[in-house]
């Protein structure tokens, strides 16, 4: 999560405002070629927050950016909560130390955030706001007391949950510090602990005397209290580094309720500042390192940010990416993964180039609809894409053999030679020097350079029985990045 929040939200959205007008009337939206294919190419801003969280500007602000702006959808990723805590040994849950933010679950409800995105929704027609919340799992401590640190690790580890919908399960999302997690265990009965300082009063108290029963049984009943009611966590801060479970666990819970969710600037580090306590005598950091490696520790999920306002390098040829598409289909993971282009909007910043509509994932959708915004995401019927005013568009890109044809997300059974297509272009129609690389199986087999719009078309020679692969797109442009999703061909075993 990066922040940035104006000093002056009325000026900033007066900007805004002007900015927006200048550029609607400057730039005549280009008709959308809906292709053969009867799909249309929606322009998406995926993972905005709003003032619902950290964003500055209201759903209703961001409704009316939007279509200024010509994006067709809005995806939503405000947190559910946004805390850090860290609690005092045996006394956890009663003294706690940390730091908050405005968030949904916290300062508002799942219910009213769902409420006033279908309330902007009928207000606003062609934009579609999609829900979704961004979370964080989870994070651990590091203390070392004597030396005065305290090192919180992974707090910057999200995702991002889409299109689940129903307030109650928000509410429910398994992270930690959200009360979600507390289950009823055996281990339960070790929270009982207080009840014999309790019982020692009792014992003793004709035969010792009140001052070391008072504070014994003062303990007790805190302690007591404390630990009501008894469950114990799945997980909690203070256990170390527990890998992918947690996350692997609110995957799961976000699938099976129907949502989609993606892992969110994969390869950020912290964005928390250190923080230094009793002049210093007391140091509190945070450290998240670049986590590319959690798309292949972790299964299940939809997809991840391909494209964001950092450095991505697992979308490189051969990278996480291309190893988790191999695993897909040498049968170790159960569903492939897809790239998605990340805006991680909190609000515009001319300064430092932020808009709603810098970075954005281009849909191909069968109505400018969430449900079918939703069912394209699920399929990797997508792209990302990077450049403010010269956006790239990919057009037409397939997968054909004898045996069918299909676009990203697809899988074409192959036979015969393998033909390769796509058009890129700028969504402006304007001519810019392209590179074009095309990546097969996880290399790069192919590097072509032109002017846009450009035709990359290639004929590949029929698959080996039996063989599986993917095919899928690099482009830049001095001024823009485009990065598909692949699409599958597989020959028929021998
Ligand atoms: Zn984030």
Redesign the pocket.
């Known amino acids: 999560?990066?922040r940035q929040r104006p000093s002056d939200a009325g000026c900033s959205r007066l900007c805004v405002w002007f900015a927006g007008l200048a550029l609607a009337l400057a730039m005549p939206r280009p008709a959308l070629p809906q292709g053969d294919s009867g799909y249309l190419p929606l322009r998406a801003a995926f993972?905005v927050h709003s003032s619902f969280s950290t964003g500055a500007q209201s759903l209703e602000e961001i409704a009316a950016l939007a279509r200024s702006r010509h994006v067709d959808v809005v995806i939503l990723?405000d947190?559910d909560i946004l805390s850090v805590q860290y609690g005092a040994p045996f006394l956890r849950r009663l003294l706690r130390f940390g730091r908050q933010e405005r968030a949904v679950l916290s300062d508002y409800s799942a219910a009213a955030y769902l409420a006033e995105i279908e309330r902007v929704n009928a207000a606003f027609p062609g934009v579609v706001l999609v829900d979704g919340m961004?979370s964080?799992p989870f994070y651990y401590w590091e203390v070392d007391a004597l030396a005065g640190r305290w090192v919180v690790h992974n707090w910057?580890k999200?995702l991002?949950s889409v299109g689940l919908g129903r307030p109650e399960f928000y509410r429910r999302l398994p992270v930690i510090d959200s009360g979600n997690l507390g289950v009823w265990h055996w281990t339960s009965l070790l929270a009982l602990w207080p009840l014999l300082g309790l019982a020692y009063g009792w014992v003793a108290r004709r035969r010792h005397p009140r001052w070391v029963l008072y504070p014994v049984m003062g303990i007790a009943v805190l302690a007591l209290v404390n630990n009501f009611p008894f469950t114990v966590p799945l997980w909690d801060a203070y256990h170390g580094d527990l890998g992918a479970a947690p996350y692997q666990r609110y995957i799961d819970y976000v699938r099976e309720r129907g949502g989609l969710v993606f892992w969110?600037?994969p390869e950020?580090r912290s964005?928390l500042p250190p923080v230094e306590l009793l002049g210093g005598r007391v140091r509190v950091t945070s450290q998240t390192s670049p986590h590319a490696e959690d798309l292949l520790n972790t299964d299940r999920y939809t997809g991840f940010a391909a494209l964001y306002g950092d450095r991505a390098v697992a979308v490189e040829p051969g990278g996480v990416w291309d190893q988790t598409l191999r695993q897909y289909l040498d049968g170790e993971r159960p569903r492939p993964v897809w790239g998605v282009g990340e805006a991680?909007y909190h609000g515009e910043d001319p300064a430092r180039h932020l808009r709603l509509d810098d970075i954005l994932t281009v849909v191909w959708a069968r109505q400018p609809t969430a449900a079918a915004v939703l069912e394209a995401l699920r399929a990797g019927r997508c792209y990302a894409v990077r450049g403010a005013d010269s956006w790239l568009t990919l057009d037409g890109f397939t997968v054909s053999t004898r045996l069918g044809q299909g676009e990203t997300g697809a899988t074409v059974p192959s036979a015969g030679q393998v033909r390769v297509h796509a058009t890129v272009g700028r969504y402006d129609g304007g001519a810019e020097p392209v590179e074009v690389r095309l990546v097969r199986g996880g290399q790069v087999i192919e590097r072509l350079s032109g002017t846009t719009p450009f035709t990359v078309g290639r004929v590949e020679a029929a698959l080996a029985p039996g063989e599986k692969t993917w095919y899928r797109l690099l482009v830049q442009t001095p001024s823009s990045r485009l990065v598909s999703n692949p699409i599958f061909a597989v020959a028929e075993a021998p």
């Open positions: 999560m990066q993972h990723g947190p961004e964080a910057n999200h991002v969110a600037h950020s964005t991680d």
